[in-house]
């Protein structure tokens, strides 16, 4: 697969930030159908856990032996060989979410995810600091997730300025084989934007993040 690495690179700020911290490291972006398989609809939380695991792989965790990002069906395998899922998992079109992501970065990289939940959209603001804190220890995407608000997808920053709050969305819903569309395109198109927390993230839905433990060229957290 030729995917795209560092898609928010070059991505202007929403305001000039009084605040701001980002991802550190590479990974590659993961989306539907970027290996071939057609997972519209139900893989947006597979893709944004291999966006996470190509970070981990790129970051040296787990040691030469976890280079490669686990495919779809190695993913649910691995679920269903933890005994966090029963047989018919295997081959089906069963969404997944933090606390799977979390299994697996453990299972394949022997990383802990910390597990965040957050009960309403409006307390996002509460863990501003818990990712400011992720980011400027040198932390990796943020897989986050949630009810109503279904949509998996991965969080590569955070920014507050005069206009807000912010976080940079990483949204795993493109749809086409790998390197189909350019950075620039992909940023245009708001498949990596910066969303402000009163506007893009519903009030009535709670959200999960899950964190990797992990830092660059170190061990786990």
């Known amino acids: 697969m030729s995917l795209l690495s560092d898609v928010h690179l070059g991505l202007p700020f929403p305001a000039p930030p009084d605040r701001l911290q980002l991802i550190s490291g590479s990974y590659h972006f993961c989306h539907y159908g970027c290996d071939g398989v ?43 060989e933890m005994g966090d899922k029963p047989p018919s998992f295997a081959g089906s079109r069963d969404w997944i979410g933090t606390v799977e992501a979390a299994l697996c970065i453990d299972h394949f990289y022997h990383v802990p995810g910390r597990l965040v939940h957050v009960p309403c959209g409006r307390d996002l603001e509460r863990e501003l600091e818990t990712l400011y804190a992720h980011f400027e220890g040198g932390g990796g995407p943020v897989m986050m997730g949630g009810d109503r608000d279904n949509s998996s997808k991965g969080l590569l920053g955070v920014c507050s300025s005069p206009k807000g709050h912010h976080l940079l969305v990483l949204d795993p819903h493109y749809y086409g084989p ?40 170190g061990q786990p957290v």
Do not use: H, M
């Open 38 to 80: 057609d997972d519209r609809g139900w893989g947006c939380g597979y893709r944004t856990l291999q966006t996470v695991c190509s970070w981990l792989a790129e970051a040296g965790a787990g040691g030469v032996a976890c280079r490669r990002v686990p495919s779809l069906k190695r993913i649910q395998d691995s679920l269903v």
């Open 178 to 217: 790998a390197g189909s569309l350019g950075k620039s395109e992909l940023q245009a198109r708001g498949w990596v934007c910066w969303r402000a927390l009163g506007c893009f993230f519903q009030e009535g839905s709670f959200y999960n993040l899950c964190l990797p433990q992990f830092r660059p060229g």
